[in-house]
T-cell receptor, first 112, second 112 residues
Framework: DAGITQSPRYKITETGRQVTLMCHQT?????MFWYRQDLGHGLRLIYY???????DKGEVPDGYVVSRSKTENFPLTLESATRSQTSVYFC???????????FGSGTRLTVV | GQQLNQSPQSMFIQEGEDVSMNCTSS?????WLWYKQDPGEGPVLLIA?????ELTSNGRLTAQFGITRKDSFLNISASIPSDVGIYFC????????????FGPGTSLSVIP
């Protein structure tokens, strides 16, 4: 199916565990983004990527790692999950760097 | 850092009424965007504005890019129940590592 898909949709993990959130897009968009959405903070950029093998930090990158070996995939890894990383995570893609994002449906992550 | 202010924070209106909401910033942006988020889903792009003074419509939605480049507004005419959701403004500045800054959102409720 065409579009941008995130998996899993829901995840519960324990403090200290590593967890990876997946994001896949079928348009070959150059730009991909990871945001977290929290009450009181809105959407905050974690990492973004302008192309395969090019990634850069956003506003809140600490505790997260990304990679982009293929244009269509942009996984986000929490190396050692903490309770403060409980949030809803959105992946987005864009054909150009003008802010016109297409978002996935999100992953709701709970760290216990 | 850069922040966007949206007003009102929430609105309760009768079906058929017109809606106005706005977004202001202390910084200038190259692009203003408006997104809508339904519960449990990612934001969806409604309108993108690229030039100061630009007025753009998308069906019942009309948005304007303020001439100072520091604000934007969104109008919805003849509201219907499916307009319910959270509306986010976003500003994009090409030279900023932050890429896209999102406002905190305006929650819209439509009373049938």
């Amino acid at each position: 199916d065409a579009g941008i898909t995130q998996s899993p949709r829901y995840k519960i993990t324990e403090t200290g565990r590593q967890v990876t959130l997946m994001c896949h897009q079928t348009w070959s968009h150059s730009y991909m983004f990871w945001y977290r959405q929290d009450l009181g903070h809105g959407l905050r950029l974690i990492y973004y990527s302008a192309a395969a093998d090019i990634t850069d930090k956003g506003e809140v990158p600490d505790g997260y790692v990304v990679s982009r070996s293929k244009t269509e995939n942009f996984p986000l890894t929490l190396e050692s999950a903490t309770r403060s990383q409980t949030s809803v995570y959105f992946c987005a893609s864009s054909p150009r760097d003008r802010g016109e994002h297409t978002f996935g449906s999100g992953t709701r992550l709970t760290v216990v | 850092g850069q922040q966007l202010n949206q007003s009102p924070q929430s609105m309760f209106i009768q079906e058929g009424e017109d809606v106005s909401m706005n977004c202001t910033s202390s910084s200038i942006f190259n692009t203003w965007l408006w997104y809508k988020q339904d519960p449990g889903e990612g934001p969806v792009l409604l309108i993108a504005l690229y030039k100061a003074g630009e007025l753009t419509s998308n069906g019942r939605l009309t948005a304007q890019f303020g001439i100072t480049r520091k604000d934007s507004f969104l109008n919805i005419s003849a509201s219907i129940p499916s307009d319910v959701g959270i509306y986010f403004c976003a500003g994009h500045l090409k030279t900023s590592y932050d890429k896209v800054i999102f406002g905190p959102g305006t929650s819209l409720s439509v009373i049938p």
